[in-house]
Nanobody, 120 residues
Framework: QVQLVESGGGLVQAGGSLRLSCTAS????????MGWYRQAPGKQREFVAT???????KYQDSVKGRFTISRDNAKNTVYLQMSSLKPEDTAVYYC??????????????WGQGTQVTVSS
């Protein structure tokens, strides 16, 4: 069993910055790709950014140039540095990770979510 815990959410004014973090713990052999998704009120959960085990990144077009995803493999942690925040970024942000619990067995895990609110 693996747990993902997000932190760093909060209230920020438009144009401001915030850094989210997500740490995995439990039965971990290694971690493959990790990513961030978000869900705004009344909308479906959407992809924000992913980062592979060798730090190759991918972003949703709307956050390119403003958000940066990174990871610290030694800490089993993924970060999302958010800058130039807009009210449209307001959502619950969820962490996702592909965790190898043994050399051959892997599962997807999700965090509980952290609220990000950007005021105008």
């Amino acid at each position: 069993q693996v747990q993902l815990v997000e932190s760093g959410g909060g209230l920020v004014q438009a144009g401001g910055s915030l850094r989210l973090s997500c740490t995995a713990s439990g039965s971990i052999f290694s971690i493959g790709s990790m990513g961030w998704y978000r869900q705004a009120p009344g909308k479906q959960r959407e992809f924000v950014a992913t980062i592979t085990s060798i730090s190759s990144t991918k972003y949703q077009d709307s956050v390119k140039g403003r958000f940066t995803i990174s990871r610290d493999n030694a800490k089993n942690t993924v970060y999302l540095q958010m800058s130039s925040l807009k009210p449209e970024d307001t959502a619950v942000y969820y962490c996702n990770a592909l965790v190898f619990e043994t050399r051959y067995v892997h599962n997807d895990y999700w965090g509980q979510g952290t609220q990000v609110t950007v005021s105008s």
